[in-house]
């Protein structure tokens, strides 16, 4: 059980090249999310899924977009990078629902924006 | 709007000190609370959550929290840090769709 994985773990990208960060989990959760993590902001939700073939929009969407390829994967590319996109991604999954759950968080995707 | 805030960015203490780390929330509804921990080059863990029933909320690793409703706040203690707790500490609040709204973050450093 390998949780939540994310790839690439490290990335540098030129303004205006295009991505796109993998994440996967095996816990059969429904729901997954993409977080960014900037210092002294916290994370922020970029985008999320609450089930197999829907997405909606976070708190930061703009400049991405996402992907819910199966129960399992969650994509998420940029399409045209930009320095602001300079960040630590977090993915994460849910187990529970409504009164009571908990998210489980991949090891981040570090990327750098030159 | 929905917010939640953490009153220290950054806090320092020395190994057997005391710790509480602040945390104001601020949304209507149900409300759900949680706090993560993340050390250095690691991912987000959770420490402990809290949904309904007792106010005073035991975690990992000795940490506790109390939910108090008429202040808003959700803060974390731990009556004696060690070197291994040096992390970044995230409050967050989270809705009934499973969206966490996460706070600014607290740098910890514990000086052995």
């Known amino acids: 059980n390998a949780g939540v994985t994310q790839n690439p773990k490290f990335q540098v990208l030129k303004t205006g090249q295009s991505m796109t960060l993998q994440c996967a989990q095996d816990m059969n959760h429904n729901s997954m999310y993409w977080y960014r993590q900037d210092p002294g902001m916290g994370l922020r939700l970029i985008y999320y899924s609450a089930s197999e073939g829907t997405t909606d929009k976070g708190e930061v969407p703009n400049g991405y977009n996402v992907s819910r390829l199966n129960k399992r994967e969650f994509s998420l590319r940029l399409e045209s990078a930009a320095p602001s996109q300079t960040s630590v991604y977090f993915c994460?999954?849910?187990?529970?629902?409504?009164?009571?759950?908990?998210?489980?968080f991949g090891p981040g995707t570090r990327l750098t924006v030159t | 709007a929905q917010s939640v805030s953490q009153h220290n960015h950054h806090v320092i203490l020395s190994e057997a000190a005391s710790l509480e780390l602040g945390c104001n929330y601020s949304?209507?509804?149900?409300?759900?609370l949680f706090w993560y921990v993340q050390y250095p080059g690691q991912h987000l863990q959770l420490l402990l959550k809290y949904f309904s029933g007792d106010p005073l909320v035991k975690g990992i690793k000795g940490f506790e929290a109390e939910f108090i409703k008429s202040k808003f706040s959700f803060n974390l203690r731990k009556p004696s840090v060690q070197w291994s707790d040096t992390a970044e500490y995230f409050c967050?609040?989270?809705?009934?769709?499973?969206?966490?709204?996460f706070g600014q973050g607290t740098t910890l450093q514990v000086k052995p």
């Open positions: 949304y209507g509804g149900t409300v759900n």
């Open positions: 967050a609040g989270g809705l009934n769709t499973g969206k966490l709204i």
């Open positions: 994460a999954s849910i187990l529970g629902q409504g009164t009571s759950y908990e998210q489980y």
